[in-house]
């Protein structure tokens, strides 16, 4: 069974940079799409940025296109989210997941994706 931890979750003022790290433990023989999505508490959940681990194919939400980068971590079945230029409608629980598949597609379509992890918090005040 495959776990996901996120971790660099944090405050800072609009403007700054927070890098989230998401890891997946567990054996993983097939290819595999990490994303990140984030939730406001009382609207849906959105997806961010997702990248396919084989080749490092990435997919972004407009709204974060040119600000957040996703890229595999140096670490094993690990990503990170490098997140720039932070607004305050950046503020949200942000959480990682996983999809498998051997011609897995790097979209981010939340129902595709298998496994969550538990969140972590990311606050910017203006």
């Known amino acids: 069974e495959v776990q996901l931890v996120e971790s660099g979750g944090g405050s800072v003022q609009a403007g700054g940079s927070l890098r989230l790290s998401c890891a997946a433990s567990?054996?993983?023989?097939?290819?595999?799409?990490i994303g990140w999505f984030r939730q406001v508490p009382g609207r849906e959940r959105e997806g961010v940025a997702c990248?396919?681990?084989?080749?490092?194919?990435?997919d972004y939400a407009d709204s974060v296109k040119g600000r957040f980068s996703i890229s595999r971590g140096n670490a094993k079945n690990t990503v990170d989210l490098q997140m720039n230029s932070l607004e305050p409608e950046d503020t949200a629980v942000y959480y990682c997941?996983?999809?498998?598949?051997?011609?897995?597609?790097?979209?981010?379509?939340?129902?595709?994706?298998?496994?969550w992890g538990q969140g972590t918090q990311v606050s910017v005040s203006s």
């Open positions: 990248i396919r681990m084989s080749d490092g194919r990435t």
């Open positions: 567990g054996s993983i023989f097939v290819d595999y799409v």
């Open positions: 997941a996983i999809t498998f598949g051997t011609n897995v597609v790097v979209e981010l379509r939340e129902h595709d994706f298998d496994t």
